[in-house]
């Protein structure tokens, strides 16, 4: 049974720091492009960052740039998004999700049809 599973969430103050993990069992996520999305109370569920099978080329959304960024981790099977200087606007329900890749088609167009249950990430003082 193909699973994503997310963790890592919580209540962090402005300006401080999360690190969200996505593991996988039943695949190998290497083999994947993966989505970091986010979803907040009223508004559509939204990709802000991910990294493709191809090299491990990713990409953020512009809210984002320069604050967020997702590695993997190959040996534990593992996608990370590292987020810092955290802002109550990124409060939300973060899912991580898994795509089949096609060639030459960057990850923020990814097609995701494998998802995980969400975290949430709540930045408030």
């Known amino acids: 049974q193909l699973q994503l599973v997310e963790s890592g969430g919580g209540l962090v103050q402005p300006g401080g720091s999360l690190r969200l993990s996505c593991t996988a069992s039943?695949?190998?996520?290497?083999?994947?492009?993966i989505g970091w999305f986010r979803q907040a109370p009223g508004k559509e569920r939204k990709l802000v960052s991910c990294?493709?099978?191809?090299?491990?080329?990713?990409d953020s959304e512009e809210s984002v740039r320069g604050r967020f960024a997702t590695s993997r981790d190959i040996a534990k099977n593992t996608v990370t998004l590292q987020m810092n200087s955290l802002k109550p606007e990124d409060t939300a329900v973060y899912y991580c999700?898994?795509?089949?890749?096609?060639?030459?088609?960057?990850?923020?167009?990814?097609?995701?049809?494998?998802w995980g249950q969400g975290t949430q990430v709540t930045v408030s003082s």
């Open positions: 999700a898994a795509g089949s890749p096609a060639l030459f088609r960057p990850c923020r167009l990814g097609n995701y049809n494998y």
């Open positions: 039943g695949f190998t996520l290497d083999y994947y492009d």
């Open positions: 990294i493709s099978s191809n090299g491990g080329v990713t």
